[in-house]
């Protein structure tokens, strides 16, 4: 239970209610340990219904690894770069390391994906 969140619930349901109608957003929950930020978390993915929920969960030793975050929330859905005009899925290739011979220097993300 979310109590004292009516504020935080009020904006994830904007935020899914317009991702239902096809406009794009971003939830970003971040503070100190023990405000919150799982169980509100919780509360989007559940709240979501059919849509395809993708979470990342930064750490602190990625804090310098270019794109790292991009990485994590993308790589599960490289399967599905044959679906995107070929101009953008090429650049989501390069930016996750998956088109040959492609790197993205200083993000530590090496060619296929693997990292470095």
């Known amino acids: 239970m979310l109590v004292g969140r009516d504020g935080e619930r009020r904006?994830?349901?904007?935020?899914?209610?317009?991702?239902?109608?096809g406009i794009s957003g971003t939830l970003v929950l971040r503070g100190e340990p023990g405000i919150g930020k799982?169980?509100?978390?919780?509360?989007?993915?559940g709240s979501a219904g059919a849509m395809r929920v993708l979470r990342v969960t930064g750490t602190e030793a990625e804090a310098e690894l270019a794109l790292a975050g991009l990485y994590s929330l993308l790589q599960p859905l490289a399967g599905y770069l044959g679906a995107?005009?070929?101009?953008?899925?090429?650049?989501?290739r390069a930016a996750?390391?998956?088109?040959?011979?492609?790197?993205?220097?200083?993000?530590?993300?090496?060619e296929l994906g693997h990292w470095s």
């Open 96 to 110: 996750l390391g998956l088109a040959p011979g492609a790197a993205v220097p200083g993000c530590g993300v090496s």
């Open 84 to 92: 995107l005009p070929a101009s953008r899925a090429a650049a989501v």
């Open 38 to 45: 799982t169980a509100l978390a919780e509360y989007a993915a």
């Open 11 to 21: 904006d994830i349901g904007r935020l899914l209610e317009q991702a239902r109608d």
